[in-house]
Nanobody, 125 residues
Framework: VQLVESGGGLVQAGGSLRLSCQAS????????IGWIRQAPGKEREGVSN????????NYAASVKGRFTISADNAKKTVYLQMNSLKPDDTAVYYC???????????????????WGQGTQVTVSS
């Protein structure tokens, strides 16, 4: 299984970025893909999650209304559109895959089985 993130960079507050997560080696029908971020000196936190099994999406309260997760099944790619970015959004963003099932806490980084290498997002004030 390989997950490759792209799209990070430096942006001013209020700006936008779109992250991409290209997956290979797994069946999208069996997995949910999450975006998890880690800011300097802080623990990893779940940002958003897309479950291919039922099309359900989840968002952390801190990003709801600003971030949108979507997927292109044919390309096996999950996107995270990030608008109205704030300096507090500065972090390394990881995409990760977890076996889709009914009872798991999508926001908990420990539930994910596979991880990408991460992409840096820096928001200047």
């Amino acid at each position: 299984v390989q997950l490759v993130e792209s799209g990070g960079g430096l942006v001013q507050a209020g700006g936008s970025l779109r992250l991409s997560c290209q997956a290979s080696g797994l069946s999208f029908d069996d997995y949910a893909i999450g975006w998890i971020r880690q800011a300097p000196g802080k623990e990893r936190e779940g940002v958003s999650n897309y479950d291919y099994r039922n099309g359900r999406t989840n968002y952390a309260a801190s990003v709801k209304g600003r971030f949108t997760i979507s997927a292109d099944n044919a390309k096996k790619t999950v996107y995270l559109q990030m608008n109205s970015l704030k300096p507090d959004d500065t972090a390394v963003y990881y995409c990760a895959a977890v076996t889709s099932r009914a009872d798991y806490d999508w926001s908990r980084p420990g539930v994910y089985d596979y991880w990408g290498q991460g992409t840096q997002v820096t928001v200047s004030s």
